[in-house]
């Protein structure tokens, strides 16, 4: 099952390359059924690890647990509904290309960037997972530089250049591990055999193995003052690469960072990392809260408040515990449906309006009702208003840290999110509502409608109920973090 | 006979390669500069070959052999091939900080690095990481140097590829025995991020007519 979700992109993004159909839709249909048969695999591969434990296959050179099982539920999902936007945006609006074979490429990146994502929590060898990971930059440049605009091309240099450097010192960081697991010992160098070892690990070699992991792939997570380029990247893609950009593509890195909390809880002679997280995760949070204060492109608001979002986790994973570190999963979880969601109703928007700017549109539920709502619905999400699914994960990281006696980073945490959320419901009330001109708003596609449907639901329903199955993933994936 | 002078030849081989380092950061000819990579490459070759025959790693052969196909070999042919030549060769590259400026920062680069890997190499005391350990952190600090203070495109890019060479090289002491898989994935990684980077300069080339990125600065904060 393992093998397929990696074999699956790799043909889809052939098959989107044979010159069939009629103005790119036949690249557009593969890619949403490929995209529904690996959400499809990844529910039956959460289905397996929920009942019976991590996976393994291929003698062990692929394996999967419970955080790495809601990884690959969240990308594959935000593929599918990526895949169905896509297909409005990039086939039916032309948005960036006249050319079929433009189209194209862009399929076949997006099935590579796919594929690199899943990647990284199936293989085992940690190694091989930086190649992964340095692989969701380098297939996903040449996405953010797809409008080919000046502005999008220094972007995509900006992303590539800082976080290129940011996985070489990465790569120095996750072999010194390696070293260190030598000399451990011969425990395998996966996830799990680092926490066997890390007791036995010299801890030099843990520390500072950590610390260039933390800097290397927290420039790709977006942690504060690493964060520089995102905000460009995940404004000048087109909106349904930068859904996949900041809903998932900063989890995965983020995924490698918080991988590491339960390895060095496991050595007693190592500094506890839980100080460390809370005060990355707290600068981060703040930094963005207030540049979220004064921002003038919609896109790069929901950018900015990625960062806050990733800031966030840290906070509630540094807090340690299981209450705290099952809501950072839900965090995690809530982060994804709703930052896609919101990209979503921005390129929408984007669509009917033409313009990124806060201050050039007003009144934009008047001018396109449907795109109003969709950009009010989702800036209240991300926010974290009620009833959505970041207003519970958010409450219920609040409720583990009250609940533990952390008051001052609670606090903190509770301020910072207080100042995002008046900052993103001004902006987005300053553009949906209000005398709107009399300018004529953009037909907008019926996929981009299909696939910001898809994507409000769980965001809806998670934040009202959430589904047996899902909590028990919830509290597995939570038990890899430790303690 | 060669196993008695491994570690001082290791040691020369270090020593030029932080030499082709500080180099780069501190060469105004693009071609030089590409040149002095190249160079660079070679050492970190003849080191790989140098501890693996000591240690009787086939793993550090194929690295050894690995590294020349790509960096030596591979990378300048695929720049050469998404640039053209007129980028490529281009003369004069410009820099934030003046000359003497930077060399003195790189020397305290290199004293950082020091000061950082001591501690690992004492905690553990495997044989040449007290060499390629702090050479090689110094290079990928110097690497990291180079991306900064380089306004070009294509500067930016050998900085880039000078921190990976630095990471090769200590990972050869401290790591010699790393899987194959991993060694072939990372030399697949090399040239595809130089390719990929590479055909970014292209476009930015052709875009605005220029490959000084630096002058790319409209999108930020006011």
């Not at chain 1, 950009?245 to 983020?254: I, M, R, Y």
Request: charged share 10%; net charge neutral.
């Amino acid at each position: 099952m393992l093998a397929a979700v990696l074999i699956l992109p790799l043909l889809a993004a052939l098959l989107v390359l044979l010159p069939i159909g009629h103005r790119g839709r036949w690249p557009a249909l593969v890619t949403v059924l490929t995209n529904a048969i690996l959400l499809a695999l990844a529910l039956a591969i959460v289905a397996h690890v929920s009942h019976a434990g991590a996976l393994h296959e291929w003698n062990q050179s692929l394996s999967i647990d419970a955080f790495g099982a809601l990884l690959l539920l969240l990308v594959t999902f935000l593929g599918f509904t990526t895949a169905i936007f896509s297909w409005g945006y990039i086939v039916e609006r032309r948005i960036g290309a006249t050319r079929t074979g433009k189209v194209r490429l862009y399929y076949t990146l997006y099935h590579l960037f796919i594929l690199s994502m899943v990647a990284v929590p199936v293989i085992s060898h940690v190694a091989l997972v930086w190649i992964a990971v340095e692989m969701t930059t380098l297939m996903s440049a040449f996405l953010v530089a797809y409008e080919d605009t000046p502005a999008s091309l220094e972007a995509a240099w900006k992303y590539v250049v800082l976080t290129s450097m940011g996985a070489i010192l990465g790569l120095l960081g996750i072999l010194i591990l390696y070293w260190g697991t030598r000399v451990a010992g011969d425990v395998p160098f996966t996830w799990a055999g680092l926490v066997t070892g890390a007791p036995h690990m010299p801890k030099t070699l843990l520390w500072t193995g950590f610390l260039l992991i933390l800097v290397g792939f927290g420039t790709k997570v977006g942690l504060v003052p690493l964060h520089t380029w995102l905000p460009d990247a995940h404004s000048q893609a087109p909106s349904p690469v930068c859904a996949l950009l900041s809903g998932v593509e900063t989890s995965t890195a983020l995924f490698v960072i918080l991988r590491l909390f339960p390895v060095l809880q496991a050595a007693p002679l190592v500094a506890d990392p839980r100080p460390w997280f809370i005060a990355i995760g707290l600068v981060s949070v703040g930094a963005a809260a207030f540049l979220l204060l004064h921002i003038r492109d919609y896109k790069r608001m929901f950018a900015f408040s990625t960062v806050e979002h990733m800031g966030i986790i840290m906070v509630a994973v540094g807090l340690g515990g299981m209450p705290a570190h099952l809501a950072a999963m839900y965090q995690l979880t809530a982060h994804a449906l709703t930052k896609s969601f919101c990209f979503f109703a921005a390129g929408t928007t984007l669509v009917a309006t033409g313009t990124q700017e806060v201050g050039a549109v007003h009144g934009l539920i008047h001018r396109a009702p449907l795109a109003g709502t969709a950009l009010f619905l989702g800036g209240l999400a991300i926010a974290g208003a009620p009833p959505f699914v970041v207003f519970i994960s958010e409450f219920s990281i609040f409720r583990a840290g009250l609940a533990d006696g952390q008051y001052l980073s609670i606090a903190l945490l509770a301020l910072f999110v207080a100042v995002a959320f008046c900052a993103l419901t001004f902006h987005i009330n300053r553009i949906v509502f209000g005398r709107a001109e009399d300018v004529p708003a953009h037909a907008i596609p019926r996929p981009c409608l299909a696939a910001l449907v898809i994507a409000a639901i769980p965001m809806l329903i998670l934040g009202l109920y959430l589904p047996g199955p899902l909590a028990a993933l919830f509290r597995a994936a939570a038990a890899t973090l430790g303690h | 006979m060669i196993s008695l002078f491994t570690e001082p030849l290791d040691a020369f081989c270090g020593g030029f390669f932080l030499l082709t380092a500080i180099g780069i950061v501190s060469t105004r000819q693009m071609l030089a500069c590409l040149r002095l990579f190249m160079i660079q490459a070679l050492l970190l070759v003849a080191a790989a070959l140098l501890i693996g025959v000591k240690l009787s790693s086939g793993d550090l052969v194929a690295v050894a052999v690995i590294t020349f196909v790509t960096k030596v070999v591979a990378i300048p042919w695929v720049l050469k091939l998404s640039l053209g030549s007129e980028i490529y060769a281009q003369r004069e590259i410009d820099q934030v900080l003046n000359i003497p400026l930077a060399l003195l920062i790189s020397a305290a680069l290199v004293l950082f690095s020091y000061f950082v890997a001591t501690p690992m190499v004492t905690a553990v005391g495997q044989p040449f990481t007290n060499i390629n350990l702090p050479i090689g952190l110094a290079g990928l600090v110097l690497g990291a140097f180079t991306v900064t203070v380089r306004r070009e495109a294509m500067a930016q890019l050998i900085g880039l590829l000078v921190m990976e060479n630095g990471v090769f090289f200590a990972s050869i002491s401290i790591v010699p025995h790393l899987p194959v898989i991993a060694e072939i994935s990372a030399a697949i990684d090399v040239p595809v991020m130089s390719l990929i980077i590479g055909l970014l300069i292209r476009r930015i080339h052709k875009r605005t007519g220029s490959t000084v990125v630096s002058e790319l600065a409209t999108l930020r904060e006011d």
